[in-house]
Structures are given as C-alpha cells and as structure tokens.
Nanobody
Framework: QVQLVESGGGLVQAGGSLRLSCAAS????????MGWFRQAPGKEREFVAA????????YSADSVKGRFTISRDNAKKTVYLQMNSLKPEDTAVYYC?????????????????WGQGTQVTVSS
C-alpha cells in the first residue's frame, strides 16, 4: 500500500512558477515509479511527467518539456514538480500517482495509487 499527499498548488500569474510536492509513504514505495498527471475542467486526465526513485530517470510530456522538471528526494520520500513559465492552459488539478509498472511511459490506467490532487490556476 502506498499513500500519496500532494501540496504546493495555488494561483499564479502567467510566466510565474510553482513547485508541487508529493509525499509518499508505505513500506515498498521505492519499488514504484512515480508520475504527475493533470486534469483540466471538461478534459481527460493527462500525463505530465514520471520519475524513478532509483537512479532518478525521468520522462516528460512534450507539452511541458523545457518548462517543468520532475525530481525526487529519496530521504524525504518526496517527488517534486517544478513548474516554470506557466501558461493559462496549465490550469488544472495536478495529481501525483504511483505505478508498479516499471515503464516511464506507463499510461494513466496503469497507475495503482493516486493522491487527492492539488489545484493550480494560472491567470492571464
């Protein structure tokens, strides 16, 4: 069992930055790959970025490459999403998730555990 708690969302102007955090707990959390997803109103939940606890290998969606960076702190059992140059279209609820599938390109349906989500709103 893995528990995930996100934090760090809020309201920011276009061009600004936010850092989201996802605190993980559970005895075997390090065996999971971690991902960030987002869901805007009326849209499907979409992949943003993923990372491995071991080695810190990452993969990001094309829409956020060069602007968002996923990272992790193994000692704190926390995954981060640094979001820079935010755009109004980045407005969404952001979710942290964990998957047993060892594939950075794992799809949404392959993730086993989800956090409660944190709202990010980017004003123009």
């Amino acid at each position: 069992q893995v528990q995930l708690v996100e934090s760090g969302g809020g309201l920011v102007q276009a061009g600004g930055s936010l850092r989201l955090s996802c605190a993980a707990s559970g005895r075997t959390f390090s065996s999971y790959y971690m991902g960030w997803f987002r869901q805007a109103p009326g849209k499907e939940r979409e992949f943003v970025a993923a990372i491995t606890w071991i080695g810190g290998y990452t993969y990001s969606a094309d829409s956020v490459k060069g602007r968002f960076t996923i990272s992790r702190d193994n000692a704190k059992k926390t995954v981060y999403l640094q979001m820079n140059s935010l755009k109004p279209e980045d407005t969404a609820v952001y979710y942290c998730a964990a998957t047993r599938v060892h594939n950075l390109k794992a799809g949404r349906d392959e993730y086993d555990y989800w956090g409660q989500g944190t709202q990010v709103t980017v004003s123009s």
